[in-house]
């Protein structure tokens, strides 16, 4: 009597199903398909949005009735639909919480009853040790069923996320394709990571997002926003070389990393050009910068930062001068980036005349890389002042972003695409809605339009006329409003 057959008597006899195939169908049921469908920002229409774009994504059941993907598989979703396993059914399901710079995300549904035969999985308490066997399990194209493809951990390690986000990674070789996103990769029942990157032109690589980056983002959400994490910005460098060691009279037991560039200057930072940070908290660095989180495993200090961060500071101690001092360093999620990121928003825009005018973003620049010559030999300050903080509160950089609405009262004049606002009528342009406020309280007959730059170009324009144009032309181009919603009240706030 072979095995299959002693199973299947057992089974009858028992009248229960083996625990091992119970456990395996509750992983499957915890595994649900996500469709969406996206609209993304036109940056250079900021007026509308892009036509809609549908894609195809993974997810997991957690506590809470919630579900866990990627931000990626739902950002600017207008629509999103859930699927569970062996289900015929969608049900609508909406954007809790998001993380673009983690790439992840929270659903809810709007039916509860969803969950009722669908239970939540857990995240793993530790990290995985390396050939640790790995399941993931998601929905990739190619059919309609759920996959579960098999691997190994093969490498844990700091990496860059997205928009200056650095934070823990897993490498796996299971095979890993579009779709997969979002769903969880399993170690002994639970979530070790979730699924989110894969290097197509290479053989089974993909990457997880750890439970550990994963439960701080839940902890994170927990008084219904995201805040970030906090990382700390100065510029640093390894100590291996013999004569930096000796310049910095690094002793041969004393490892750590150099400040190249704090990241303020001022007096009262805590870290000076040339200090040695040997230890975050009570963990020793070598002279790559890692800690060690445990016999097996070490990782660069920053794993730390965000865990060891109290009231917006982390404790470090360095070598300065010979001496060995402790500091309190500021830590903050993000810089002050005069360019920002959207963050899952729409850009903000003002339509006056045959003008748009938004607050130029790092969406507009990073994947255009074949504008950096124009803007290069224009000297703009989309590229002159690209990953720059602001020089004061509230500062943007005010770009026109697309061509001039045909009207002829731009006759003569070349279009200003990709210009930045410098000033109206003599007034430097703070800001998208201190720009609003200047046209608003406009007076005399022209308005006159500078831009930055190594080409600054001047338009003018009759103020009759270039207000009175504002209408026909968002009439013509089928432009249902002027402004971005947080403009409105700006623009009217003399009209009563």
């Not at 239970?119 to 066997?133: F, G, H, M, R, Y």
């Not at 930096?244 to 750590?256: F, K, Q």
């Not at 006159?448 to 207000?467: D, K």
Request: proline share 6%; charged share 25%.
């Amino acid at each position: 009597m072979n095995n299959l057959t002693k199973l299947m008597i057992a089974t009858a006899i028992s009248g229960s199903i083996p625990s091992t195939l119970t456990a395996q169908d509750n992983l499957r049921s915890s595994v649900v398909k996500i469709e969406s469908t996206h609209k993304f920002p036109d940056l250079f229409r900021p007026w509308t949005k892009s036509q809609p774009r549908k894609s195809q994504g993974s997810g997991v059941i957690i506590e809470g009735n919630l579900i866990l993907t990627n931000a990626h598989v739902v950002r600017y979703a207008r629509q999103i639909y859930v699927q569970g396993y062996q289900s015929d059914d969608r049900i609508a399901a909406t954007v809790t919480a998001i993380s673009s710079e983690m790439d992840l995300a929270v659903l809810e549904l709007q039916d509860d009853k969803f969950f009722t035969q669908r239970p939540a999985l857990s995240l793993t308490e530790n990290l995985p040790s390396i050939k640790d066997p790995v399941n993931a399990y998601g929905y990739p194209v190619g059919g309609n069923e759920l996959s579960v493809t098999e691997g190994i951990i093969s490498r844990i390690e700091m990496a860059a996320y997205y928009q200056e986000t650095v934070g823990l990674r897993i490498q796996v070789d299971a095979a890993l394709n579009p779709g997969n996103s979002g769903g969880p990769a399993i170690v002994d029942g639970k979530i070790v990571g979730i699924v989110y990157s894969g290097i197509p032109s290479a053989d089974n690589i993909g990457y997880l997002i750890p439970a550990d980056e994963v439960r701080m983002f839940l902890d994170d959400i927990k008084d219904g926003r995201y805040d970030g994490k906090p990382h700390m910005f100065d510029g640093v460098q390894k100590t291996e070389n013999t004569a930096m060691r000796r310049r910095l009279g690094l002793p041969d037991d004393v490892s750590g990393l150099m400040v190249q560039s704090p990241y303020r200057s001022h007096e009262d930072y805590p870290l000076k050009q040339w200090d040695v940070i040997t230890k975050i908290a009570s963990h020793p660095l070598d002279r790559e910068g890692n800690v060690q989180i445990r016999d097996d495993l070490r990782l660069s200090f920053l794993y730390l930062v965000p865990k060891l961060a109290r009231d917006g500071k982390v404790n470090l101690t360095v070598l300065r001068d010979g001496k060995t001092v402790e500091v309190d360093l500021p830590v903050k999620v993000r810089r002050d980036l005069v360019l920002p990121y959207l963050h899952n928003d729409y850009p903000r825009y003002f339509i006056y005349g045959p003008l748009v005018f938004s607050q130029a973003t790092q969406e507009i620049v990073t994947p255009h890389q074949a504008l950096n010559a124009l803007l290069r030999a224009r000297g703009s300050p989309l590229l002159t002042r690209n990953q720059q903080e602001t020089a004061f509160e509230g500062e943007q950089i005010v770009v026109v972003p697309s061509r001039f609405f045909p009207h002829r009262i731009t006759k003569g004049y070349d279009d200003p695409v990709l210009q930045v606002v410098k000033e109206i009528n003599g007034v430097p342009t703070r800001n998208l809605a201190h720009l609003v406020e200047t046209l608003r309280d406009a007076g005399g007959e022209f308005v006159e339009f500078r831009f930055a730059g190594n080409h600054q170009v001047t338009l003018v324009f009759r103020r009759a006329e270039i207000a009175s144009s504002t209408e026909e032309i968002l009439e013509d181009n089928g432009i249902r409003f002027q402004y971005s919603k947080d403009l409105v009240d700006i623009w009217h706030r003399n009209d009563d």
